[in-house]
């Protein structure tokens, strides 16, 4: 790693420390807008990633619904077959589905979702690569608007990714972990789907190349 690409490293997970330190200490942080969303904040975690930023209030969402949606679903509604399994991503309940091709395995993972709409996308897509201990980078669009972030940020505890992610074929689209469990639950990523650590590990052992994917 370069001396510069360090140095801009340790300047942003300083930043976010910071942000952390001043989110618990202030309670009027609550109300300041985080320039990249340009969504009100309600708090950030000490060493959060780039992934999201502070966490996100979404004031227009309905807390009692998500939680009432966020129930077990048959995947006949979504899917015309279960080869290679499939996972459901619900946008309104927060929640990602699984089912094995087989029939035999169903989970049910509560999950972040994008930020906002233009960061949103929808439809039918496929995981194509499966990552343990992913690194991550911004994309081109990210960095533009944030020219701070770091180049590159290899596996680890620093990194947006968490432990594990899986590819989809759309550019730059996971389904992915995180070591900031705040995001779940909430509108707190760039336009991936995050899970707990312990959820995506093991998503990650029952998901194959191939396997269907749904975001709605």
């Not at 004031?59 to 129930?71: C, G, M, V």
């Not at 690569?129 to 991550?136: A, F, T």
């Not at 669009?141 to 290899?154: I, L, Q, S, T």
């Amino acid at each position: 790693m370069s001396t510069s690409s360090a140095l801009n490293r340790r300047a942003f997970l300083g930043s976010a420390a910071a942000l952390g330190a001043a989110g618990l200490a202030l309670p009027s942080f609550a109300q300041q807008i985080d320039p990249y969303t340009g969504q009100p904040i309600i708090g950030a975690t000490p060493g959060a990633t780039p992934d999201a930023g502070a966490v996100q209030y979404d004031a227009e969402s309905n807390q009692r619904h998500n939680i009432s949606s966020f129930r077990s679903q048959d995947w006949r509604p979504y899917f015309d077959n279960l080869t290679n399994g499939a996972i459901l991503c619900d946008l309104t309940s927060r929640a990602v589905h699984f089912w094995s091709e087989d029939e035999t395995v169903y989970r049910l993972y509560p999950s972040s979702i994008p930020v906002s709409r233009d960061l949103t996308r929808t439809g039918r897509t496929e995981v194509i690569k499966k990552v343990e201990g992913p690194s991550w980078a911004p994309t081109p669009e990210m960095k533009a608007r944030n020219p701070e972030w770091p180049d590159f940020v290899p596996p680890g505890p620093d990194n947006p990714l968490g432990t594990h992610a899986l590819w989809l074929s759309w550019q730059y689209y996971r389904i992915h972990g995180t070591h900031d469990t705040r995001k779940i639950g909430r509108k707190s990523s760039n336009g991936c789907i995050g899970l707990y650590n312990e959820h995506i590990q093991e998503l990650f052992g029952l998901t194959t190349i191939g396997t269907q994917v749904l975001l709605m």
